[in-house]
């Protein structure tokens, strides 16, 4: 286990529902991010937050909206999506510090999201 | 652009040789490199980082090498075993950014 935790593993939904993906993380973080992977394709970033403050939004439509209400819980609410955003959505965490020392994010186990 | 990018998308190697997994990457400014490994419904796993400072780094049968010339890396799995089968991701950061670049992946597929 890596300490980050992301519920539901899976999810089937309706173009017209509303759902939410929620993570998790017991590292004592202080930042926290939504990835997509879809077949084929890198892992796209989608959000960042550094401190609770989102600090990064990857150009990811509307229809994405993310929520960060303190260190440890990171949602991603999802309506009106497409079957283009049928994907695994992984969540990661990591320890930010400032200046040129890097720290490697921990990913959860991801939500595979299926769109009908 | 940004880009990472890997050479091969599958390797297949016999149990007990070495494997090497290549990546390319295109920002010069990137200065931070980690590999991750990510087995089937599992999320990426950190294997080892690596600073632009370094050329090379050590793990526990894992090594990584990083040419700065020609912006390539490098992952060195010594004794592959069955365990290992799985898809592995180099990602590249600069120091400035909290954004990692991931590479498309490459598949180690280990057979006895």
């Known amino acids: 286990e890596t300490g980050v935790t992301q519920t539901p593993r899976h999810l089937v939904m309706g173009m017209t529902n509303k759902k939410s993906l929620k993570c998790e993380q017991h590292l004592g973080h202080n930042a926290m991010y939504w990835y997509k992977q879809s077949a084929k394709k890198p892992l796209e970033l989608m959000f960042v937050y550094n401190f609770k403050e989102q600090t990064e939004n990857n150009s990811v439509p509307s229809r994405f909206s993310p929520e960060c209400p303190n260190s440890s819980h990171l949602f991603l609410h999802l309506h009106t999506l497409q079957p283009e955003d049928s994907a695994l959505y992984l969540c990661?965490?990591?320890?930010?510090?400032?200046?040129?020392?890097?720290?490697?994010?921990?990913f959860g186990p991801g939500t595979r999201l299926t769109v009908l | 652009g940004e880009s990472v990018g890997l050479h091969l998308p599958t390797l297949s190697v016999q149990e007990g040789d070495n494997s090497i997994i290549n990546c390319a990457y295109s920002n010069s400014a990137s200065d931070y490199f980690i590999w991750y490994k990510q087995e089937s419904g599992k999320g990426p796993q950190f294997i080892i980082d690596i600073r632009s400072n370094m050329d090379k780094r050590q793990g526990q049968r894992v090594t990584v090498l990083l040419n700065k010339t020609v912006k390539h890396l490098s992952l060195q799995i010594a004794a592959t075993q069955p365990g290992d089968s799985a898809v592995y991701f180099c990602a590249e950061k600069s120091y400035n950014t909290d954004k990692l670049i991931f590479g498309t992946g490459t598949r180690l597929q280990v057979f006895p």
């Open positions: 990661a965490s990591s320890q930010v510090r400032r200046g040129p020392i890097n720290n490697e994010q921990f």
